[in-house]
C-alpha cells in the first residue's frame, strides 16, 4: 500500500529552523509532483512547496525567502527546510503527491497524514 510518511515537525523558537520530511512507501510507477501544503486552525489550507518530476519548484509567497525545497526522485522523497520560523507558520503540514502506482493505474492523488509545526514567540 502506498502511503506518504511525513517527520520532522515540532515545537520551536521564533527565529529557529525545522526540516520536514515526506517519503513515499510501497511500490509506485510514477511520482509527479510533490507538494507541501499547511493548514493553520482558521485559515485555508496553503501552498507552501511544489517540486515537478523534473525539480522546477515553486514557493508560496508567505514563506518566500526562508523555505527551501528539494526532492530526491531515486529515494522518493521530499524534503523542506524551514529558517528563521515566526509564530504564523504554526499549522499541520501536509505532503502531497500525484502517484501511479503501476502501469495500469491513472494518476491519483495521495496524501500524508500530517505533521505539526508549532512556533512560540
Known amino acids: 500500500q502506498v502511503q506518504l510518511v511525513e517527520s520532522g515537525g515540532g515545537l520551536v523558537q521564533a527565529g529557529g529552523s525545522l526540516r520536514l520530511s515526506c517519503v513515499v512507501s510501497?511500490?509506485?510507477?510514477?511520482?509527479?509532483?510533490m507538494n507541501w501544503y499547511r493548514r493553520a486552525p482558521g485559515h485555508q489550507r496553503e501552498l507552501v512547496a511544489r517540486?515537478?518530476?523534473?525539480?522546477?519548484?515553486t514557493i508560496g509567497d508567505s514563506v518566500k525567502g526562508r523555505v527551501t525545497a528539494s526532492r530526491d526522485n531515486a529515494e522518493k522523497s521530499m524534503y523542506l527546510q524551514m529558517n528563521n520560523l515566526k509564530p504564523e507558520d504554526t499549522a499541520v503540514y501536509y505532503c502531497?503527491?500525484?502517484?501511479?502506482?503501476?502501469?495500469?493505474?491513472?494518476?491519483?492523488?495521495?496524501w500524508g497524514q500530517g505533521t505539526q509545526v508549532t512556533v512560540s514567540s
Open positions: 502531497n503527491a500525484g502517484i501511479r502506482e503501476s502501469m495500469r493505474d491513472f494518476e491519483s492523488d495521495y
Open positions: 517540486i515537478t518530476s523534473d525539480g522546477f519548484t
Open positions: 510501497g511500490s509506485i510507477f510514477t511520482l509527479n509532483v
